[in-house]
C-alpha cells in the first residue's frame, strides 16, 4: 500500500534532516494508514510558548533546528475520513509502519509514543546520540 503525503506534508519536510525525511517518505510508499505531516521546524519563541502551555516539556526540542538549519523531529498525525485523529490504537498502527520504513532505510528514529513518563503520539525524532 502507499499513501500520497500532501503537498503541505512535503513542504514541512524539506525542513526536517534529510535522513527523517526518507523515513517519513519510505513510510508513505509502505502504509495503507493516511497521515500528515503537522510539524517539524519550531522557532525558539514558539517552543518556549509550547514549554509554558504544557504541550511541551523541553527547551532542548528536536524542533528546534540543528546547526545545520535542519530538524531531528517531525510530529505526525494518521488521518481518518481526511481528518486528524488522535485515537491512540492508530498512532500504534502507524507507528509500526513508521518502524519498519527506519529500519529499511537503516536510520535509528525514536518515538514519543515509546516515552514513559509524558507519551508524545504523534512525535519522531533522530537520537541524539547518533544525530547531535
Ligand atoms: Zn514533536
Known sequence: MTIILSEKSRIKLTGAHPD???VIERAAALSSIDFTVLEVTRTLARQKE???K???KTMKSRHLPGVDGKSRAVDIAPL???QVSWAWPLYHKLAVVIKQ???EVGVPIE???DWRSFKDGPHWQLPWAQYP
Open 20 to 22: 527523517l525525511a526518507k
Open 50 to 52: 509550547l514549554v509554558a
Open 54 to 56: 504544557g504541550a511541551s
Open 80 to 82: 481518518d475520513g481526511g
Open 101 to 103: 520504513a527506519a529500519k
Open 111 to 113: 518515538w514519543g509514543g
